[in-house]
């Protein structure tokens, strides 16, 4: 009966999201954060996520008072303020190309750094397996030098036993040979 209603409720919950409308979801683009694109319009209901560290938002009214200002300063016959209007327009066209500029070389960077990593993770395995190769060569060496010390062990005890073996036999037969002569 639990396990039931918890399904109802999840099944609930789950087609209420479902019916949501994500129409009036807009998403300002990475490039919108540092060009002198026109403003971005959202309209009643439209859900705007932020990707730019900061962005103000200004109402229709304050935007249309900024573009009158504009045009009455481009169509002023002064001179000075048309110029300082071009050169402030100019001076933010530079600072995008020069933004796109320092984003390529960046790419480019972290490109060269992944290569420069995948190239240092392939030599670092190599190395380790050339590193196991030398271990298994050293445990092989290891154990024909324990072969060849108790080899050399057993024929020390083996030239030993038949010295001695030799003099208890000499011992044996001179006793023996001294046994006989004295009889």
């Given amino acids: 009966m639990k396990n039931t209603l918890l399904l109802l409720v999840i099944l609930t919950f789950s087609c ?11 998403k300002s683009p990475l490039q919108y954060c540092t060009s002198n694109q026109s403003p971005l319009q959202l309209l009643v209901g439209d859900t705007l996520v932020v990707v730019c560290d900061t962005m103000y938002l200004i109402n229709k009214t304050r935007y249309q008072f900024y573009k009158s200002i504009h045009q009455a300063t ?11 209007l071009k050169a402030y327009e100019a001076r933010l066209e530079e600072h995008e190309l020069s933004y796109s500029k320092l984003l390529a070389n960046s790419r480019k960077t972290e490109k ?7 190239y240092t993770q392939k030599s670092l395995e190599n190395t380790q397996k050339t590193l196991q190769y ?3 060569s050293l445990d092989y060496s290891m154990q024909n030098l324990d072969r060849a010390n108790e080899l050399i062990r057993k024929e020390k005890w083996n030239a030993r036993g038949q010295k001695l073996l030799t003099g208890i036999a000499g011992v044996g037969v001179g006793i023996l040979v001294g046994v006989l002569v004295t009889r």
Avoid at 74 to 84: A, F, I, R, T, V
């Fill in 16 to 26: 209420a999201a479902n019916a949501q409308d994500y129409m009036g979801l807009k």
């Fill in 74 to 84: 481009l169509q002023d016959d002064g001179m000075e303020c048309k110029n300082l």
């Fill in 112 to 118: 060269t750094t992944l290569d420069f990593i995948e």
């Fill in 134 to 136: 030398s271990q298994q």
